[in-house]
């Protein structure tokens, strides 16, 4: 591939998404089994007029798992951006 046809774009290469979700999945991997599920957070009850939910224990290591998600979420969707760009900028030379 010669260097004119190269992405200027780094977020535009697959092959760093795929290593970047790799990652990702492997640091959700190791928080999984890292902290145990009796590790849990109480949430309080509440009651409104409008919604109400009962009080309920949830477990710790849901939280990385959603923050590595967002992560990964971010990855994709820049990835997405990057090559939908590259894309169009073909179109008009």
């Known amino acids: 591939m010669s260097e004119s046809e ?12 795929v290593i ?14 890292t ?27 849901w939280f990385p798992i959603l923050i590595l998600g967002l992560f990964a979420f971010r990855v994709v969707m820049a990835n997405m951006r990057a090559r939908y760009e590259e894309r169009d900028e073909r179109k008009l030379m």
């Open 6 to 17: 190269r992405s200027l774009n780094p977020a535009a290469d697959r092959r760093r998404m």
């Open 20 to 33: 970047a979700l790799a990652v990702l999945a492997g640091l959700a991997a190791l928080s999984w089994f």
């Open 35 to 61: 902290i145990g599920g009796a590790a849990t957070f109480h949430v309080e009850g509440y009651s409104s007029s409008l919604f109400s939910y009962a009080g309920r224990d949830v477990e710790v290591r």
